[in-house]
């Protein structure tokens, strides 16, 4: 089992920046893969970015490369940097861990981007 725990949502402006934080109640390295999903009003659950089980990072191809996804393994904590941020960008963001088959959310974390 894992707790985890999402910081730094927030009101900001089209073109503004924010930095996501998730932290996990045991090391990372028990964790198989992780990342962050976002869930728009009236809208289903979509990926953002995340850790593979191999190491590697996927990303949704509707991003252009705005958010980048990172982690610091000795503070169990993955980040999402979100750059250029848009209207369309606003959603509740997940944090995500996957250990076996089964999975684990975080409380959530607000971001509303403001046109």
């Known amino acids: 089992q894992v707790q985890l725990v999402e910081s730094g949502g927030d009101l900001v402006q089209t073109g503004g920046s924010l930095r996501l934080s998730c932290t996990a109640s045991r090391s990372m390295y028990t964790i198989d893969a992780m990342g962050w999903y976002r869930q728009a009003p009236g809208k289903q659950r979509e990926l953002v970015a995340r850790f593979t089980s191999g190491g590697t990072t996927n990303y949704a191809d509707s991003l252009n490369g705005r958010f980048t996804i990172s982690r610091d393994v000795a503070k169990r904590t993955v980040y999402l940097q979100m750059n250029t941020l848009k209207p369309e960008d606003t959603a509740v963001y997940y944090c995500?861990?996957?250990?076996?088959?089964?999975?684990?959310w975080g409380q959530g974390t607000q971001v509303t981007v403001s046109s």
């Open positions: 995500n861990a996957r250990i076996g088959v089964t999975l684990y």
